[in-house]
């Protein structure tokens, strides 16, 4: 299945995404989800709650949560670094929750982009072994 991204001409697949499938945008802005707006959402690895907020916002399938929101003791910083094209560079975290560590699992950008300011500033969205759960 091929996607239609909002730029020009490009088509994309949902592999050349790093953070999950691709999902369709407007003037480069992911269409955000309703759905977790009126409920808390939480982050969880090995039973143990990392993040939770009922101010998530969803960005291409990923739960973004408020950076006060995330208990930031349990993350510790990793070299590895990405770009995304609209979204701009990406800093990660390792995410520790008892004897399980998830390499690389959260990740946020510091300086986004203009059109992805309003909906990843001073967030961090969680993915591999952490799972996002809702209600």
Same mark, same amino acid.
């Given at each position: 299945?091929?996607? @239609? +991204?909002?730029?020009?001409?490009?088509? %994309?697949?949902?592999? &050349?995404?790093?953070?999950?499938?691709? !999902?369709?945008?407007?003037?480069?802005?992911?269409?955000?989800?309703?759905?977790?707006?009126?409920? @808390? +959402?939480?982050?969880?690895?090995?039973? %143990?709650?990392?993040? &939770?907020?009922?101010?998530?916002?969803? !960005?291409?399938?990923?739960?973004?949560?408020?950076?006060?929101?995330?208990?930031?003791?349990?993350?510790?910083?990793?070299?590895?670094?990405?770009?995304?094209?609209?979204?701009?560079?990406?800093?990660?975290?390792? !995410?520790?929750?008892?004897?399980?560590?998830?390499?690389?699992?959260?990740?946020?950008?510091?300086?986004?982009?203009?059109?992805?300011?309003?909906?990843?500033?001073?967030?961090?969205?969680?993915?591999?072994?952490?799972?996002?759960?809702?209600?």
């Amino acid at each position: 299945m091929v996607n @239609t +991204v909002a730029r020009g001409q490009h088509r %994309v697949t949902p592999g &050349e995404y790093r953070h999950g499938p691709a !999902v369709p945008t407007y003037m480069g802005t992911a269409v955000p989800s309703k759905r977790s707006k009126s409920k @808390t +959402v939480r982050a969880v690895l090995d039973g %143990v709650v990392i993040a &939770e907020s009922d101010q998530v916002k969803m !960005v291409e399938g990923m739960a973004y949560f408020p950076m006060d929101s995330v208990d930031m003791s349990r993350l510790s910083e990793s070299p590895t670094s990405s770009r995304c094209f609209w979204k701009g560079k990406a800093r990660y975290w390792h !995410v520790e929750a008892g004897d399980d560590l998830a390499l690389d699992a959260a990740f946020a950008y510091p300086k986004p982009w203009p059109l992805a300011r309003p909906l990843v500033t001073d967030r961090i969205a969680f993915w591999r072994e952490v799972s996002i759960e809702r209600g």
